[in-house]
């Protein structure tokens, strides 16, 4: 027996054991799990090869954890599908395809959006292909249209994903109008989302935080509203607490954030006013541990819907004591 350190602790196992032995021995071999050994990720195919050596530090992140059947009670649904993880997550940026699926399967995400002109989903035959990592067999694929400048290019886009997806009509739709700032182009994105939405195309819309124009995408027939919390990638968490929160007074259909957020405690602000969901890519690919944070985020998510339907507490100008004093004895 070889001592290795497993999740932070130390565990006795078999000398060159395998990684997919040690998973049936923790009772996971029949479980989705992502296994990181000596800081790498190994990819499933290689479980059975990867053998343990004395002094091995081995992460075991189950992709499916605590939480989730009141997750499952909880659904939410756009364009007539039902998801119970309401954290979308994207595939740039990441290391290789193997970490790309390691983070979506620690996020516990349902949807997955794809930038088709970064990202090969088939175009290219000889470029490792999205699909055989994240496969539209295990998760609903979101098309967006991210590095379109006009209202034509995005609807091009769509159109291609449409006929690389074989007839896919749900679309996230952003049309960009600064390269500096990647604000959205809210002009061009209503005229795109209106050719889309008619010539059939289920529109998820990324757009500016305004009350005015979530309610215009919402009347052009976008089956769900993406206002940004921040600029793309900045990191920097919600800035407009009250947009947001007329944003979702006077919604009728699924209010996602989108961009922006940078840490869990970003997501479960979103949620915690009562967003349907926030989608992000950026803040778990450039984390130090990516796992770590997609898994994060995770729980985040979970807590703020969690504290949403709790109901908080009112706020107070005053402290108010938490033993009541009136009919106290003296």
Not at 132 to 153: Q, R, W
Not at 251 to 276: Q, R
Not at 301 to 309: D, E, K, P
Request: glycine share 10%; net charge negative; hydrophobic share 45%.
């Amino acid at each position: 027996m070889v001592a290795i350190v497993l999740n932070g602790d130390s565990r006795e196992v078999r000398e060159g054991q395998s990684i997919a032995a040690l998973l049936d021995d923790l009772g996971l071999g029949a479980q989705r799990v992502v296994v990181e050994h000596n800081g790498d990720i190994v990819a499933r195919t290689a479980y059975q090869q990867v053998q343990l050596q004395a002094g091995d530090t081995v992460e075991v992140v189950r992709a499916i954890g605590g939480g989730e059947e009141a997750a499952s009670a909880d659904r939410w649904t756009v364009a007539g599908r039902s998801f119970g993880s309401r954290l979308l997550v994207g595939t740039g940026k990441y290391r290789d395809l193997t970490q790309t699926r390691a983070a979506i399967d620690a996020s516990g995400a349902e949807i997955v959006t794809v930038a088709l002109r970064r990202t090969n989903i088939g175009q290219d035959a000889d470029a490792p292909n999205l699909l055989d990592a994240v496969p539209p067999s295990e998760f609903t694929i979101l098309p967006n249209t991210a590095g379109c400048y006009t209202a034509d290019e995005a609807v091009r886009v769509c159109r291609l994903a449409r006929e690389l997806l074989d007839g896919h009509t749900l679309v996230k739709l952003e049309v960009i109008g600064d390269p500096t700032t990647l604000y959205p182009d809210v002009p061009a994105t209503l005229a795109a989302a209106e050719t889309l939405v008619a010539e059939g195309f289920e529109v998820m819309a990324y757009t500016s935080d305004d009350p005015v124009m979530c309610r215009r995408l919402e009347e052009a027939g976008c089956v769900a509203v993406m206002p940004l919390a921040a600029p793309i990638g900045s990191g920097l968490g919600i800035q407009n607490h009250y947009n947001l929160m007329t944003i979702l007074e006077q919604a009728n259909v699924p209010i996602l954030v989108d961009a922006g957020v940078g840490t869990a405690s970003d997501a479960a602000v979103a949620m915690e006013l009562g967003c349907d969901g926030v989608l992000m890519n950026t803040a778990i690919a450039e984390a130090k541990d990516p796992l770590g944070m997609a898994h994060a985020m995770k729980l985040g998510v979970q807590a703020g819907r969690a504290a949403f339907l709790a109901g908080r507490m009112p706020r107070r100008r005053f402290a108010s004591a938490s033993s009541p004093i009136e009919g106290v004895v003296r």
